[in-house]
């Protein structure tokens, strides 16, 4: 048995063979940045590849001082360095020691090409772009079932507002991954879902590039239901982006802009039921007020006639308010019908508390009826001519008068009378 080494050996040895080897030394590589970082300490880290294969790339701070431009993801270089292995992980890098800028990449040049003709085409015209639904009860998603989007998605709805989370499992990244976001979209609009999300990840613009596909970029203009993208990170802009009816940094941004608070929409029907009670005891106050002057100013002969024809404008009054608080609270129910129990209770005193002030306010105004006081006993005197005598003054010995007791009237003459 030949002499064992350790792996770090193994990565030495080789380690030497291609720091030995000129075919990969001393080489000019042509190539697309991408994935670029630049760390505190100065170097820069990224990948430089071509339509088929990939390298990982190194340039230290001190050959920086080569090149008379920024770096940045996406552009063309030729780059000149060596093939090296670093040896703790064992994976071989290029090292750059220069490079020339060649120009912009391939993907960038085909972004910017489709990105033009949509907008051409007014696929990124704010005018088509659809509004939300205040209160979605199934919002669709479209995403990796493994990743942290549906996650994030889930965890945010349950603290905002309730909602069902209807996923479509999509490819989000690589080779099939446009269709399987097509048939997403098409498949979650067949579902009739109120709102659909459609995102991942950050990562470079090849991990992202299925969301700058003119297919996806399609069905998101084609979807029934409104579509908000959250795709990568804040600073990464897609396609999708821009055909997206909106357009949220993360998928937790994408939730937040899908549903409402809960406290706010609890804060908004508590005032909403103020704003009713308010209105509601105005008008009882206007209607109390116009029985007072009933009271002292309607004709007798015409006072049981002209307060029943009130009266029944009252118990039509109420009948429409409580249709209305009826129709009121039965949309609240409707919308909010998954909040949780403490909600339902507290609009239901609510409810009750109006009710109880409707029916007191209507025990008031019927206890003024000027015509009830002929069922206690009392009787109502007036002229020959139907006017109301309240005095003694007004009375002469010989005069005409007529009695109103509650059940009819009698005709009577004055012999007398005796004032105070």
Do not use: C
């Amino acid at each position: 048995m030949a002499d064992t080494i350790s792996v770090t050996q193994l990565n030495q040895r080789v380690r030497s063979i291609l720091s030995e080897s000129p075919a990969v030394k001393d080489v000019w590589v042509v190539g697309e940045l991408s994935n670029l970082k630049k760390y505190p300490s100065g170097h820069y880290y990224f990948t430089l590849k071509d339509n088929t294969s990939e390298i990982k790339g190194v340039m230290f701070k001190p050959s920086r001082s080569r090149i008379d431009f920024e770096p940045q993801d996406n552009m063309k270089v030729t780059a000149f360095g060596r093939v090296d292995i670093y040896v703790e992980r064992g994976s071989y890098q290029f090292v750059v020691e220069t490079m020339q800028r060649s120009g912009v990449g391939d993907l960038y040049l085909a972004y910017e090409a489709l990105k033009n003709k949509l907008e051409a085409e007014g696929l990124f015209d704010p005018s088509r772009k659809r509004p939300l639904p205040p209160y979605p009860k199934v919002i669709g998603v479209v995403t990796s079932p493994k990743g942290a989007v549906i996650h994030d998605i889930i965890t945010t709805t349950r603290r905002l507002f309730p909602a069902d989370i209807l996923l479509y499992p999509a490819l989000v990244q690589g080779e099939g991954a446009a269709g399987s976001i097509v048939k997403g979209i098409e498949a979650l609009n067949r579902e009739g879902v109120d709102v659909i999300i459609v995102g991942r990840g950050g990562g470079s613009i090849e991990d992202l590039w299925a969301f700058n596909e003119e297919v996806v970029a399609r069905a998101i203009a084609a979807s029934k239901a409104p579509i908000i993208s959250a795709v990568g990170h804040e600073t990464d802009f897609t396609i999708a982006d821009f055909v997206a009816d909106l357009r949220a940094p993360t998928p937790t941004g994408a939730a937040e802009l899908a549903l409402r608070d809960r406290k706010e929409v609890l804060k908004h029907l508590d005032t909403d039921m103020i704003r009713i009670n308010r209105s509601l005891s105005m008008i009882l106050g206007r209607m109390h007020h116009r029985f007072e002057m009933l009271d002292s100013k309607l004709d007798p002969k015409r006072a049981e006639q002209r307060v029943s024809m009130y009266s029944m404008r009252l118990d039509d009054l109420n009948s429409r308010m409580g249709s209305a608080l009826k129709d009121k609270i039965e949309v609240v129910r409707r919308r909010f019908i998954r909040l949780d129990s403490s909600m339902d209770i507290h609009v239901r005193r609510m409810l009750e508390n109006d009710s109880k002030d409707l029916r007191r306010y209507s025990e008031r105004l019927e206890s003024i009826n000027p015509m009830k006081v002929l069922d206690r006993g009392y009787t109502l005197v007036t002229d020959e001519s139907g006017t109301a005598l309240t005095s003694s003054r007004q009375l002469k010995p010989g005069a005409g008068i007529n009695v109103i007791m509650k059940d009819g009237k009698a005709e009577a003459e004055v012999k007398k009378v005796e004032m105070r």
